[in-house]
């Protein structure tokens, strides 16, 4: 089994991260999991992470409609931190709004990191393929 | 010829006579002739006397030579008249006649000519031909006739014409009755005693337009003139024309049927209809250009130009349009014009403007057609709006589509998820945990449908009535009801509503805004100060503002101000935000035909502006 070191879930709903949770750990190995419950919590702890030189996700999993600062908000913070290496952000939303999937075209086509987009529920073998990109 | 010393006497006289005269024997030879005849006739005595008169002028007719014969048997006779061309080659006409010359024994010795200039009578009289028929003619052409009448012998003198157009025969002979008989019976006979009578009594003339019934009984239009004649002051009678002119009125009356009916087309038009000269003054409007400009009648408008209608920018505006018609002679066709009159009224105008040619082509006015499109214009913004408010609308709702669909499909791709697990997960514990997130998830469900429903139930409950309220005493049983919660958050409301003040709202819809936005602001109080909240009642023009002003924590609208008012957006970690409460608040507002409006500034508070509209 494919072993990564750090993944990162964005999501306000305690039952997505249970299944994101759930379907990772049958499809790869994972020293830690952190899962955040709005966008501005994820911020602020990768940032403090940053500052601290300690690791960061390698993969983000990252939902859309969230209290605070939502995922678009979040990317657009995100995307100005200093990350050389190369980050797998997966947004998966249950939105099927076209107007989200030109949001997502428009910030893959400006960064370094590696984004893609999934529509709830996520399943378990787009999972195994995600983390066996990364 | 031997001249005996009598007969020379007798010559001299006769060389001194002013007349042309000379003397022949029966011979026909001259025997004497006066100075003035020898000058005339460029002769000199010598090469004349004893000559015979008919060597001197070859052209006389032979028939003179009976005549003269004839005098000298005593007879005397008028010669007629000669022509002849003097040294100038002037064409003179000269006429002859003769008496006997008789001696002392009262002998016929031979006749005496003389001889007068008649070239001036002649021309004259030829003048006077010409201008007779001439008059004749003119009289004929334009049907003009003559009449006289002889107070004295009583007797009417018709011309031919004059008869002609009685239509009796030429040889006719009315008198004064039978004369003003012919005249219809009414105004026309009426008016010609009447002129007759005054011409009498203060010499007054008379023209006038009348009709008569000829003799073979057609009604036909004449013009009678006539003036009183004098001698030594004394009336003598009356003399006149008569003219023919049925055809003119006639033709008159034709003419006057056409304008009227033009006339009658241009004000029943359903369109305003002017013509204006070069000064753009007005020359002829339509009953519709009278209505719109509000005149009473034409003659308030007729002369005036677009400054005495219009206010001074629309006055300058269509002045300009109108001398560019008439310089450039290119008609403006249904262009689109805004006009403001003198009291300010503002109308649309479908304009159009044509240019009026004199016979050198160059113009002398114009013609104007408007069309009022007020109405239509109107109709055309109340269409726009309309379609502005279902675009609206119709956005609201994809939006809403996106919102359920976003919300149901979150919960349903949860239920997909658990039930996957659940299918094939085999420990015990884990199995029960999954079922209670399954009926966790259902209740979020259930919660969700419900919300849904709610803002459906406002957005197509539009047209419940709306009813006049008490704002003041709704604030107060609002107040009320959260007594309990205000008391556990130590929390004061500030009801500065005047208490007769009222507004028009769905009253349902009034107490959730209250609560909602009273308790979101004891909610969300901030952590260092006792929560305050003040409410206000503004009047502005359509609209009645309820201010609701608090003490929290604030929001950063430059960050959240679009999302503020979205569904399930919250913006402070509060476990009993919604997210639901301000989406459902506007959509009251909103379909109550109001807006809101918001002022925060964090970490003092925030002011939301209730805009309730009054109007409808």
């Known amino acids: 089994m494919k072993k990564i070191k750090f993944i990162g879930i964005v999501d306000d709903d305690p039952i997505t991260i249970f299944g994101i949770k759930k379907m990772l750990n049958s499809v790869v190995e994972c020293e830690t999991i952190e899962d955040y419950r709005n966008g501005k919590i994820a911020f602020d702890s990768i940032n403090k992470k940053i500052i601290g030189n300690e690791d960061i996700p390698e993969i983000i999993f990252l939902d859309i409609n969230m209290p605070i600062m939502d995922g678009w908000q979040f990317l657009e913070e995100f995307l100005k931190l200093p990350i050389k290496k190369r980050v797998r952000i997966n947004i998966v939303t249950s939105s099927i709004d076209p107007y989200d999937r030109k949001k997502w075209e428009c910030f893959k086509d400006k960064t370094h990191h590696l984004i893609t987009f999934n529509n709830k529920p996520i399943k378990r073998n787009e999972i195994a393929e995600i983390t066996k990109v990364a | ?616």
């Open chain 2, 1 to 616: 010829m031997l001249i005996n010393p009598k007969i020379k006497s007798t010559s001299y006289l006769i060389k001194q006579l002013p007349t042309l005269t000379v003397f022949i024997d029966r011979d026909f030879k001259i025997i004497h002739a006066s100075d003035k005849w020898l000058f005339t006739f460029g002769e000199n005595s010598g090469a004349i006397l004893g000559r015979s008169l008919f060597d001197i002028f070859p052209d006389l007719s032979i028939k003179w030579q009976t005549v003269l014969k004839e005098c000298f048997e005593g007879k005397a006779n008028p010669m007629g008249v000669q022509k002849y061309k003097d040294t100038q080659l002037n064409e003179k006409w000269y006429e002859w006649s003769n008496t006997c010359w008789y001696d002392e024994k009262e002998n016929i010795i031979g006749a005496i000519i003389q001889i007068n200039d008649v070239t001036e009578a002649l021309a004259n009289e030829l003048e006077l031909e010409k201008t007779r028929v001439q008059l004749k003619h003119q009289s004929e052409i334009s049907k003009t006739g003559r009449w006289e009448y002889d107070i004295l012998k009583d007797e009417v003198t018709w011309c031919d014409i004059t008869k002609a157009i009685h239509e009796v025969s030429p040889d006719y002979v009315p008198k004064l009755d039978t004369s003003i008989a012919f005249y219809k019976e009414g105004y026309s006979r009426n008016a010609i005693s009447m002129a007759i009578f005054e011409a009498q009594e203060k010499g007054t003339p008379w023209g006038i337009k009348l009709q008569i019934i000829t003799a073979t009984g057609k009604e036909k239009w004449v013009f009678a003139a006539g003036k009183p004649l004098y001698e030594k002051r004394k009336l003598v009678g009356f003399t006149g024309t008569f003219q023919d002119i049925d055809e003119q009125v006639l033709a008159n009356v034709e003419t006057k049927k056409n304008e009227k009916l033009l006339r009658t087309l241009v004000d029943n038009l359903p369109l305003n209809v002017y013509v204006k000269d070069i000064h753009s003054k007005k020359i002829l409007v339509n009953r519709a250009e009278c209505l719109s400009l509000g005149a009473k009648n034409e003659a308030e408008l007729l002369g005036k130009d677009n400054f005495d209608i219009y206010d001074y920018k629309t006055a300058k505006k269509f002045t300009e349009q109108d001398v560019r018609v008439m310089s450039s002679l290119e008609p403006i066709l249904g262009e689109e014009v805004i006009s403001t009159n003198k009291r300010g009224v503002q109308t649309t105008f479908l304009t159009s403007k044509i240019p009026l040619l004199d016979e050198k082509g160059i113009a002398n006015g114009l013609l104007g057609i408007s069309l009022d499109i007020t109405n239509i214009k109107q109709k055309e913004k109340e269409l726009r709006n309309l379609i502005d408010v279902t675009s609206l609308q119709n956005k609201k709702l994809i939006n809403f589509a996106h919102i359920v669909s976003h919300n149901l499909r979150s919960h349903t791709a949860n239920f997909s998820m658990l039930l996957d697990f659940l299918q094939h997960e085999e420990d015990e514990k884990e199995k029960a945990k999954i079922l209670e997130m399954l009926n966790s998830s259902s209740g979020n469900l259930l919660e969700t449908i419900e919300n849904l429903n709610e803002v459906l139930a406002i957005n197509t409950n539009i047209n419940i009535e709306k009813k006049e309220v008490n704002l003041y005493e709704t604030v107060k049983t609002v107040k009320h009801n959260l007594e309990e919660f205000i008391m556990e958050n130590d929390a004061q409301i500030e009801n500065n509503i005047l208490n007769d003040q009222t507004i028009k709202v769905i009253p349902q819809y009034l107490d959730s805004i209250l609560i909602n936005f009273i308790t979101n602001g004891i909610k969300y109080k901030h952590p260092k100060r006792k929560p305050k909240i003040s409410l206000n009642l503004l009047r502005e023009e359509h609209y009645s503002i309820l201010t609701i002003a608090d003490n929290g924590l604030g929001i950063d609208l430059k960050k959240y101000g679009n999302k503020l008012f979205g569904m399930y957006k919250t913006f402070h970690s509060h476990e009993n935000a919604r997210g639901m409460g301000l989406y459902i608040t506007k959509n009251q507002i909103e379909s109550m035909g109001g807006k809101i409006e918001v002022e925060s500034e964090v970490g003092t508070g925030t002011i939301f502006k209730i805009f309730f509209n009054e109007k409808n």
